[in-house]
């Protein structure tokens, strides 16, 4: 079974300071493993993802990850927030050899909070 | 969401009713996905697609149906409304493999049961 666990249900930054959204992972193969984030009433948006080589993968509006294979992490980083950052945001994995539906599952999503 | 439409958008219906929320699709993915969006529980997979008329079920699949008749719709059925059902519901869709981004997902419906 494949599964996620994003253990902060909010966090608190202030603008211009660095941020970081916690994700760890339990796949039985290798992980696929991707970042959404969610405005207000908005569907989920891709962010960014990693299915295989440089353990830092960088996404849009400036957001990075860092695939961490020996702690099972894959933390959600960006150097310096803004207050439009503020959003739901969630990790989401698939086991490589997990051919059942191509299936995602989603950890329970982290709120981000950039005060100005 | 450019490609993937969920209507209506938001349902106010009563206790005991039939419901249906419709995704479709413009992408002709195989991939197909209900889920369902509450507070303290994130995102939970209620049925998924894999192909016309291939379903399977998900986590909290009770009280819900599904149906895919074309590549391009995936209906979602509540078959007698309960307030436990009360919920922001989402359809995504997917390649055969997440190469790119995963899931692309709708807007999403906002149902309310009374």
């Known amino acids: 079974a494949q599964s996620v666990a994003q253990p902060e249900d909010q966090v608190n930054v202030a603008e211009g300071n660095p941020l970081t959204v916690k994700c760890t992972y339990s796949?039985?193969?290798?992980?696929?493993l991707f970042w959404y984030v969610q405005y207000p009433n908005r569907g989920l948006q891709f962010l960014l993802k990693?299915?295989?080589?440089?353990?830092l993968v960088k996404g849009s509006y400036g957001f990075e990850a860092e695939f961490n294979k020996s702690q099972t992490s894959f933390h959600l980083k960006k150097p310096s927030a803004l207050v439009s950052d503020s959003a739901l945001y969630f990790c989401?994995?698939?086991?490589?050899?997990?051919?059942?539906?191509?299936?995602?599952?989603f950890g329970g999503g982290t709120r981000l909070m950039v005060k100005p | 969401d450019a490609g993937i439409t969920q209507s209506p958008r938001h349902k106010v219906t009563e206790t005991g009713t039939p419901v249906t929320l419709r995704c479709h699709q413009t992408e002709n993915h195989r991939y197909m996905y209900w889920y369902r969006q509450d507070p303290g529980h994130g995102l939970r997979l209620i049925h998924y697609?894999?192909?016309?008329?291939?379903?399977d079920k998900g986590e909290v699949s009770d009280g819900y149906s599904v149906s895919r008749s074309k590549t391009e719709d995936f209906l979602l059925t509540l078959e007698s409304a309960t307030s436990s059902q009360t919920s922001v519901y989402f359809c995504?869709?997917?390649?055969?493999?997440?190469?790119?981004?995963?899931?692309?997902f709708g807007s999403g419906t906002r149902l309310t049961v009374v």
């Open positions: 697609s894999y192909g016309v008329k291939d379903t």
């Open positions: 989401a994995v698939r086991d490589m050899n997990n051919n059942a539906g191509n299936m995602l599952t």
């Open positions: 796949v039985s193969g290798n992980p696929y």
């Open positions: 995504a869709i997917s390649e055969r493999v997440p190469t790119n981004y995963g899931y692309t």
């Open positions: 990693y299915i295989t080589g440089d353990n």
